[in-house]
């Protein structure tokens, strides 16, 4: 059945990780793109770590409808700015999955300093606090850790595509980049049921990992 409190339960509990996570994901391709010596980002005003500057209302919206996925607006980077642009774009795609891996991390230190604390210690109030706390910091690891590895596919045009890029001769690298059909590919694994299948593993072990 159609349950509403349930749902705003999932999204509260869900909001600040995500925001959080795609938040600093985008900030910090802006961020690393302005240390290189390209202001576009700063110049659109993405240099912040205000939601409202990186949320996509479709994105938004999907999250809203399925508490699962969700997505924000790209950060406009012009590699023509740096030194070398293909060296450029690999550390600034580099940049948001790095993020996202210290969000997770500093999410796990929240919920490990939680299982330490002595719950017979706590009053009736501090309990209730504690609770969805610990669930918000449960979901931060998880989903920094799904942004992360998502991310680091190596499908134009997520940024795994343009670390391996960084990697290859210039018109390889061209070649590799305009590939179109990423997403495409990206929506039939996720359909298929295959995507998860090579994204879970290692978010459970990077999880116990990080909880251990």
Not at 77 to 86: A, E, L, R, T
Not at 161 to 173: D, E, H, M, N
Request: proline residues 8%; charged residues 10%; aromatic residues 10%.
């Amino acid at each position: 059945m159609f349950d509403i409190a349930s749902i705003i339960k999932e999204l509260s509990i869900l909001a600040l990780p995500f925001l959080l996570a795609i938040t600093c994901h985008e900030a910090a391709h802006g961020y690393v793109a302005w240390l290189l010596g390209d202001p576009t980002a700063k110049d659109a005003g993405r240099l912040t770590l205000n939601p409202l500057r990186h949320l996509d209302p479709l994105g938004t919206l999907a999250l809203v409808l399925t508490r699962m996925i969700g997505w924000a607006k790209p950060v406009p980077v012009n590699p023509s700015y740096f030194k070398n642009p293909q060296r450029g774009m690999m550390l600034v795609s580099l940049a948001g999955p790095a993020a996202n891996m210290i969000l997770a991390i500093i999410f796990a230190m929240i919920l490990k300093g939680i299982f330490a604390i002595d719950l017979r210690s706590l009053s009736p109030i501090m309990l209730k606090v504690l609770e969805p706390t610990a669930l918000i910091a449960k979901t931060g690891v998880i989903i920094n850790l799904a942004l992360c590895f998502f991310n680091l596919l190596p499908l134009p045009p997520l940024d795994g595509s343009k670390i391996v890029a960084g990697f290859l001769p210039r018109q390889a690298a061209y070649k590799y980049l305009s590939f179109r059909y990423g997403f495409v590919i990206v929506i039939l694994l996720a359909v298929l049921g295959l995507l998860s299948k090579f994204i879970s593993p290692v978010i459970i072990f990077f999880y116990n990992l990080l909880l251990s």
